[in-house]
Nanobody, 124 residues
Framework: QVQLVESGGGLVQAGGSLSLSCAASGRTLSNYAMGWFRQAPGKEREFVAGINWGGGSTNYADSVKGRFTISRDNAKNTVYLQMNSLKPEDTAVYYC?????????????????WGRGTQVTVSS
């Protein structure tokens, strides 16, 4: 059984930064792509960023490109999302997910294990 636990969310002013972490237990992350998704109130869950199994390939939503950075430490079974220049529209619950294959997917169906999420709120 895989468990993913996100941490690092909180309240920050526009222009500020937050760093999210996702710690996995129950199965090594190293053989799978990992991703971050987010869901704002009244909106569907959307892809934010993904990283392949080895960390050599990443993919970002256009809305966060240049501001967010995804990384992973397979030795620590942890994935990170560094978020800079945050905007009020980044406010959402952020979810970590483990992919079902080596390569990065941009859709929820590419991922088969999910964390419970961490709230990120950006004030204007």
């Amino acid at each position: 059984q895989v468990q993913l636990v996100e941490s690092g969310g909180g309240l920050v002013q526009a222009g500020g930064s937050l760093s999210l972490s996702c710690a996995a237990s129950g199965r090594t992350l190293s053989n799978y792509a990992m991703g971050w998704f987010r869901q704002a109130p009244g909106k569907e869950r959307e892809f934010v960023a993904g990283i392949n199994w080895g960390g050599g390939s990443t993919n970002y939503a256009d809305s966060v490109k240049g501001r967010f950075t995804i990384s992973r430490d397979n030795a620590k079974n942890t994935v990170y999302l560094q978020m800079n220049s945050l905007k009020p529209e980044d406010t959402a619950v952020y979810y970590c997910a483990q992919g079902s294959r080596l390569g990065v997917g941009r859709f929820a169906y590419d991922y088969n294990y999910w964390g419970r999420g961490t709230q990120v709120t950006v004030s204007s």
